[in-house]
């Protein structure tokens, strides 16, 4: 009884508001509603963060574009269609063009550092920026400092705090980033500094400006090829970032500070055969891109 009565009220209701002047049957936005995001008004937001915060999770899209979780989860994976490899966010299929980025890039790199020779090797440095956890957060972005870390076969290089509010450009990479990586290799080598050394990092905005390119060549450093779309084959993804946030998980830091010296001390204290090996294990993934023909492969 109760569900003809549903039905008769709610088709009595319809027709109501049609003489009303209603031409749709779906519903008005009401005060208060929850504010839906749709594919004109935030996709591209979302794509331009995604592009320069590639390890950023589906809540940390949603606060920085204002939109909801639900939102941001299908703007990711069905508009843009993006999957995470490596705590990276990626396309869910390499296009052709992609793969055959991989597979150039992986063959040139293993003609260059493959062999029985271990020099090569040690002559790369790599780094990559990521967010990392001090506190449990008040809102969304508390809580968090980005840091750029780098380091090479022989143990960490430098790890360089962004300031809070700092936008990641090109230029803050060329005027802070790099000097630090230069001054530390000035000590260790003061003769020739970064001169003949190798430079690995991926293909975000801030990595890519001329300004940077100068700075490089500048330093004496040359870029090591990766494609796009390669957190698979990036040693800070696959390696460094993964095992220092497992070894900072759970605790709580008073301030920036102390995390800081958190991670110095983690980095300081890896045993320095973790570091080469790491660059090993580069190489074995530059064979697996070869075998798989440039497509995303299995691995541990």
């Known amino acids: 009884m ?30 208060g509603a929850p504010k839906l995001a749709t594919n004109n008004d935030k996709l591209s937001e979302v794509k331009e963060y995604v ?10 899209v949603a606060n920085y574009v204002g939109i909801s979780t639900g939102s941001a989860h299908t703007i990711l994976k069905a508009d843009l269609e993006l999957r995470k490899v490596q705590v990276r966010w990626v396309p ?14 992986a063959e040139e790199n293993l003609e260059i550092y493959e062999g029985s020779n271990p020099r090569p090797l040690l002559e790369i440095e790599t780094g990559d920026e990521t967010w990392i956890q001090f506190k449990p957060p008040i809102r969304k972005q508390d809580g968090r400092v980005l840091y750029w870390i780098f380091f090479d076969g022989l143990g960490p290089v430098a790890q360089i705090p962004v300031p809070k509010g700092q936008t990641l450009t090109g230029q803050f990479y060329t005027d802070v980033v790099l000097p630090e990586v230069e001054k530390y290799y000035l000590k260790r080598r003061p003769k020739t500094g970064t ?29 090591v090829p990766h494609p796009p779309y390669s957190p698979d084959i ?12 497992d070894n900072l998980t759970g605790r709580e830091f008073e301030d920036r500070l102390s995390l800081g010296r958190a991670i110095y001390r ?7 055969d973790e570091y080469r090996k790491t660059f090993e294990n580069w190489i074995k993934r530059l064979n697996s891109v070869v075998a798989y023909k440039g497509d995303y492969f299995e691995h541990s």
């Open 2 to 31: 109760w569900r003809r009565y549903f039905i008769v009220f709610n088709y009595q209701k319809v027709v109501s508001l049609f003489r009303e002047g209603r031409t749709s049957v779906q519903d008005a936005p009401r005060p």
């Open 51 to 60: 592009e320069s915060f590639p390890h950023s999770s589906v809540e940390e």
């Open 92 to 105: 869910h299929c390499l296009t052709f063009s992609q793969k055959a980025a991989r597979l150039q890039m």
């Open 195 to 223: 001169r003949g050394l190798k430079i690995l990092h991926d293909n975000a905005k801030p990595h890519k400006s001329l300004a940077v390119r100068q700075k490089i060549k500048d330093m004496g450093m040359h870029e």
């Open 234 to 245: 990036a040693p800070c993804d696959f390696w460094l970032f993964r095992k220092l946030k």
């Open 266 to 272: 983690y980095l300081e204290v890896t045993p320095k």
